[in-house]
Nanobody, 124 residues
Framework: QVQLVESGGGLVQAGGSLRLSCAAS????????MGWFRQAPGKEREFVAA????????AYADSVKGRFTISGDNAKNTMYLQMNSLKPEDTAVYYC?????????????????WGQGTQVTVSS
């Protein structure tokens, strides 16, 4: 069964950087789309970034474009989210998601598998 485990969250000052990791297991992920979502208190879960595990197709939310970069290491079955120039409004629980599909997806409902989440807090 597919398992996703996030790590790398923490507390950082505005303008700083963090790199989140998502270790994936239980499937051959070359046919998967992987995504990052986030959820702040009292808000709905929102799309951050997504990529096809094989190939170069990626997508980003407008709010993170130019600051965040999604990438993957096939050998380690690990996906990353490099977050630079962090802002207080980036504070949220960040979730890794996966789905066996062809095209990148931006809706949480389009993903079947989820990690437990990792907290990112950006102080002003």
């Amino acid at each position: 069964q597919v398992q996703l485990v996030e790590s790398g969250g923490g507390l950082v000052q505005a303008g700083g950087s963090l790199r989140l990791s998502c270790a994936a297991s239980g499937a051959t992920f070359s046919s998967f789309v992987m995504g990052w979502f986030r959820q702040a208190p009292g808000k709905e879960r929102e799309f951050v970034a997504a990529m096809r595990w094989s190939g170069t197709s990626t997508a980003y939310a407008d709010s993170v474009k130019g600051r965040f970069t999604i990438s993957g290491d096939n050998a380690k079955n690990t996906m990353y989210l490099q977050m630079n120039s962090l802002k207080p409004e980036d504070t949220a629980v960040y979730y890794c998601a996966a789905d066996r599909r062809w095209s990148v997806a931006k809706s949480p409902g389009q993903y079947d598998y989820w990690g437990q989440g990792t907290q990112v807090t950006v102080s002003s």
